[in-house]
């Protein structure tokens, strides 16, 4: 019932910045921890990061002090800003969300369809 649609990815210069935005569409649920993945071409699905409910952050050490995620839960919509982007940056980034629904106090993971970030040198 809960879908996750990713927007913002593109092709850019290396040292330039995107902004990816995951909303999520549906009714009667809430949001324990959100987060990004990427995967490269080749290479396994890999966590990029994450915000839980009380807005504690986590990130793969690749990204730390470039990528910031945020969230806004009035617009049921997770963010990453990534700034200064390098090449190994090239990937399709998933949005990722564990979803509590209201009526039935049960959780499930969702996954978006994924957007291209592509960086060029």
């Known amino acids: 019932q809960v879908q996750l649609v990713e927007s913002g990815g593109g092709l850019v210069q290396a040292g330039e910045s995107l902004r990816l935005s995951c909303a999520a569409s549906g009714s009667s649920f809430s949001f324990n921890t959100m987060g990004w993945y990427r995967q490269a071409p080749g290479k396994q699905r890999e966590l990029v990061a994450t915000i839980t409910n009380s807005d504690g952050t986590n990130y793969a050490d690749s990204v730390k002090g470039r990528f910031t995620i945020s969230r806004d839960n009035a617009k049921k919509t997770v963010y990453l800003q990534m700034n200064s982007l390098k090449p190994e940056d090239m990937a399709v980034y998933y949005c990722?969300?564990?979803?509590?629904?209201?009526?039935?106090?049960?959780?499930?993971?969702?996954w978006g369809q994924g957007t291209q970030v592509t960086v060029s040198a």
């Open positions: 990722y969300a564990r979803i509590r629904n209201i009526g039935t106090l049960t959780y499930r993971d969702y």
